[in-house]
């Protein structure tokens, strides 16, 4: 998925599956998507008005993965002509739901899950690797998500999605008219940062379980051109994790490998929350050429 500049709303699909060796079952099966929206940090209440957030799209290289509860997983690929929207409708081809039976879904899409059908109790997960091209948001390839196991009904079925992770939406002043290559979060407290781990699907509420842990992640910034005094948007999904006690800063990469450095507010990191920060007036404290001290980052709530 990719977020265009609406957040992330809902995405309600349906696929149409036709049977192939169940003559007796209907012809035509729908299954229906929703997820579940983002909850701005400090609300109660859910983002939903997709003109003036962050709306998470279909792209064309999206597939979701369903499994029965017992057996190997299927993978649905989004079609071509479904592409760029919110919703979608899906053709399974040869594979049937059967009634009575009990169905899950995720995404993204993991090869590695075709080892065996206990796969579906070590879903991966990674955050690093993770890029924005221009002022564009390419996070939504990083928002895992998981739905709940549900039984087919007259060859219907509903998933509803949850979120694994959390949406980091970083406001920052650009301090030199200049191109950007990367963007990183750092702890200074040491390796506290997970960046990769995995979640049970199987689990009553599955949730992350942190495999690696490092100081820092990074996002490549790729075509994107700041210009000083203007404040540039940046995109990046995180894992469920206690910063609350951490020293945390942001740092942007100029070409020239140029640093400019942000200190924001330190959080808890909650899945399915949507943490917006905004750096304010920096300060040139001397520590190094080319370094900035931002003002502690402060929360908007929308």
Same mark, same amino acid.
């Given at each position: 998925?990719?977020?265009?500049? %609406?957040?992330?709303?809902?995405?309600?699909?349906?696929?149409?599956?036709?049977?192939?060796?169940?003559?007796?079952?209907?012809?035509?099966?729908?299954?229906?998507?929703?997820?579940?929206?983002?909850?701005?940090?400090?609300?109660?209440?859910?983002?939903?008005?997709?003109?003036?957030?962050?709306?998470?799209?279909?792209?064309?290289?999206?597939?979701?993965?369903?499994?029965?509860?017992?057996?190997?997983?299927?993978?649905?690929?989004?079609?071509?002509?479904?592409?760029?929207?919110?919703?979608?409708?899906?053709?399974?081809?040869?594979?049937?739901?059967?009634?009575?039976?009990?169905?899950?879904?995720?995404?993204?899409?993991?090869?590695?899950?075709?080892?065996?059908?206990?796969?579906?109790?070590?879903?991966?997960?990674?955050?690093?690797? $993770?890029?924005?091209?221009?002022? $564009?948001?390419?996070?939504?390839?990083?928002?895992?998500?998981?739905?709940?196991?549900?039984?087919?009904?007259?060859?219907?079925?509903?998933?509803?999605?949850?979120?694994?992770?959390?949406?980091?939406?970083?406001?920052?002043?650009?301090?030199?008219?200049?191109?950007?290559?990367?963007?990183?979060?750092?702890?200074?407290?040491?390796?506290?940062?997970?960046?990769?781990?995995?979640?049970?699907? %199987?689990?009553?509420?599955?949730?992350?379980?942190?495999?690696?842990?490092?100081?820092?992640?990074?996002?490549?910034?790729? &075509?994107?051109?700041?210009? &000083?005094?203007?404040? &540039?948007?940046?995109?990046?999904?995180?894992?469920?994790?206690?910063? &609350?006690?951490?020293?945390?800063?942001?740092?942007?990469?100029?070409?020239?490998?140029?640093?400019?450095?942000?200190?924001?507010?330190?959080?808890?990191?909650?899945?399915?929350?949507?943490?917006?920060?905004?750096?304010?007036?920096?300060?040139?404290?001397?520590?190094?050429?080319?370094?900035?001290?931002?003002?502690?980052?402060?929360?908007?709530?929308?």
């Amino acid at each position: 998925m990719k977020c265009t500049k %609406t957040l992330l709303s809902c995405i309600v699909g349906c696929m149409t599956l036709l049977s192939c060796a169940q003559r007796e079952e209907s012809h035509v099966r729908q299954v229906l998507f929703s997820v579940d929206d983002f909850v701005v940090d400090g609300s109660t209440k859910t983002n939903c008005d997709p003109a003036n957030n962050y709306a998470i799209t279909w792209a064309g290289s999206d597939t979701i993965g369903i499994f029965p509860l017992e057996g190997f997983q299927e993978p649905f690929a989004i079609p071509a002509n479904q592409v760029g929207k919110s919703s979608a409708s899906f053709d399974g081809g040869y594979w049937d739901v059967k009634n009575g039976l009990k169905y899950n879904a995720y995404y993204p899409f993991s090869v590695e899950n075709f080892k065996s059908a206990q796969s579906k109790t070590t879903i991966p997960v990674v955050y690093t690797g $993770q890029s924005q091209t221009g002022t $564009q948001c390419n996070a939504g390839a990083y928002d895992y998500t998981y739905s709940d196991w549900t039984a087919a009904t007259d060859g219907n079925i509903n998933f509803n999605f949850h979120h694994i992770g959390a949406f980091l939406v970083l406001s920052l002043p650009i301090p030199a008219t200049t191109t950007y290559t990367k963007l990183t979060l750092t702890s200074l407290n040491g390796d506290e940062i997970p960046v990769s781990g995995i979640y049970d699907l %199987t689990a009553a509420k599955p949730a992350f379980v942190s495999t690696a842990k490092a100081s820092s992640l990074s996002m490549d910034l790729k &075509s994107f051109s700041g210009t &000083s005094g203007e404040t &540039s948007v940046f995109y990046m999904m995180l894992p469920l994790c206690d910063l &609350s006690s951490s020293t945390l800063m942001v740092t942007l990469t100029s070409a020239e490998s140029t640093t400019y450095t942000y200190s924001i507010e330190s959080k808890t990191i909650i899945a399915g929350k949507l943490f917006e920060i905004t750096g304010h007036e920096y300060v040139d404290l001397g520590l190094t050429s080319g370094t900035l001290w931002a003002t502690t980052g402060r929360h908007i709530l929308m």
